[in-house]
């Protein structure tokens, strides 16, 4: 039996993931920690400093309400998400979030964090809530915070430990287990509270970049689903597990379009120069309210770039040069400032990609693309699960202890197993909190947190017995492997196993062909999702007979098989809402129009740990009086 050293750790507060909104909640922790004489621990995956979704950089922060300016109220912003949500959100999660993420701006001011300003000493604005920062270095400054927080409070962060899965007491979490991805030792944190901030998923769908592509994804591909499945797993209630995020981005490097669409005010057409936003504008009655009013929803704009590709007028293009060509004419009478807001423009559209998606500067230079000359393909991309961008995916959680929602059990953002907070991509129906609202969330729940340890804390009851079923268990695939691997001539086909990477690949050929991916054209149906569940019913079943050959692949098994959970509530919620409320993210062709009257609600599902058995409902949409 594979021989890990098991390495326990006891903490009072336990953070899970160490992106955005797990630096957040361990800056606010740290600091009522420190006051409470209590202990926070941090696991990450990965190193701090270039961990997450913002791992490269970015190069706008998207969420900033701007009260201070009387630019926008918090009021403002719950419109907006309830907008693009079609109706769908939490609105005390978003307003909470809203109200608090100024201040976590000016916070990263503070920590070193470049926000552009104008010469009025303004923040310079890339559209209406987002701010352009030098953002290359934007995850190393805000780790950095995290980490003098936790040193000062005399804290632990433990990098490279992958997290399993959630220990149990009853319907309480008492921390987590998981192992190193470097040496051969089992982790057990024991906690009084546990914070999951552990991302969202990706490549559950079969990605565009297949074969020599493999690997490049919009969202970073070392996010895996482990929120979901942790959530899951300790038995919360789940919401919006049907809200994916498809993303329209520059095709086969991901590259954004932020900066082209709000910045340089580009044109997105088809093959036949069509500019789809137009041509197709009626549409969006089929839609209403919510298409009918502005800012019309991200995924009504990719429905209308879809109808185009369904009639065979792609590939759809970006207008860079027409785009960059008319913000440089202002400067046609006076030939050198022209020359020099061409070169201007040029830098600005390269480095857009420099900042944050290094591959598509790659692909332009490889493809000898010139943005000024010529336009751009672009193309929606594969589904994704970031409840904290367009997305809506995550954990169903306590809304603000002073607000007057019907959503509340006791403690902010806490989920419906005890002990348990979520944050970022991790708690759901409260989308485009995107990087800042992400560790404002953080915040809010690290504050929480800890009130509830002064509060309510006790110490862990961990069931030994069951923790070492559990090590076993996720131990399992080395052993398979080992007590195989000599049965056939060659250790990648075996008739009593499979390796990760053949898992992955039947998850995502199931998630793509029947759950609405992109050989689909993102259209599926009761039917093919009938279709899926009795797959993966098979493909559960083989989840038992996963191997491998080292730590790495090992790692990349329990990777897969938490994609499977979240790929598994996916469909389920799919199935269970009977309508098509977002075309643009997936299409139920059997019931392809919206229906106010039976669906303007969220979509809920738990998974019972007792049973096994998963449970669907309904909950009411609840709006801010007045809002
Ligand atoms: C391509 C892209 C572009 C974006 N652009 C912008 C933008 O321009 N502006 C903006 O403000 N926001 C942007 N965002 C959104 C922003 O990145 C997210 O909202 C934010 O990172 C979410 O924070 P999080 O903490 O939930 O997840 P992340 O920041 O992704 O952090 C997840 C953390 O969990 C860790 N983890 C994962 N699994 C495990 C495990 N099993 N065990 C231990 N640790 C684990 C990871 O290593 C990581 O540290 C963008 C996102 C993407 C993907």
Redesign the pocket.
Known sequence: MANFETVEVSTDLLI????????GVATEAAYWAKKNGLKVTL????A?DR????AMG??????YVGVKDGENTCEDYVRYVRQDLMGISREDLVYNIARHVDSTVHLFEKWGLKIWTDEEGKYVHEGRW?LMINGESYKIIIAEAAKNAIADAGGEIYER????EPLLDGNKCVGAV?FSTREEKFYVFKAKATAI????AVHVFRPRSVGEGFGRS???P???G??AYFTIKAGAEMTCQEVRFI?VRFKDA?G?V?AWFLLFKSRAISAEGGEYMAVRKDELQNWAPYGLAKPIPANLRNYLGMLDVDAGLGPLYMETAEAINKIADAYKDDPKGYKKKMKELEAEAWEDFLD??ISQAHLWAALNVKPEEKHSEIAACEP?F?G??SGASGAWVSGPEDMDTPYKWGYANMCTTEALFA????SGASSH??????HAE?RIVGKAAIKYIVEKGAEPNVDAAKLEEIKNTILAPLDRYQEFCKLTTSPEVNPNYLLWRQFMDRLQKIMDEYAGGVTAAFKTSKANLDRAMELFDFLKEDSEKLAAEDIYSLERCW?NV?RMWQGEAHVRTMLFREETRWPGYYFRADTPKMDEENWHCFANCRWDPASGEWEMSKKDIWNIPGV
Do not use: R
């Open positions: 899970l993931g160490g992106g955005f909104s797990a630096c696991v990450d995956k990965a701090l961990s997450g979704a913002v970015l190069s706008a922060i998207n969420q987002q430990v992958f997290i399993v998981g901030a552990a991302g969202g919009w969202y970073p070392f996010n895996t482990s929120s993303p991901y954004p932020g944050m998606t994704y970031i904290s961008h944050a970022g991509d991790a909190k995107f990087s800042s609202g992400s953080g990777e938490q």
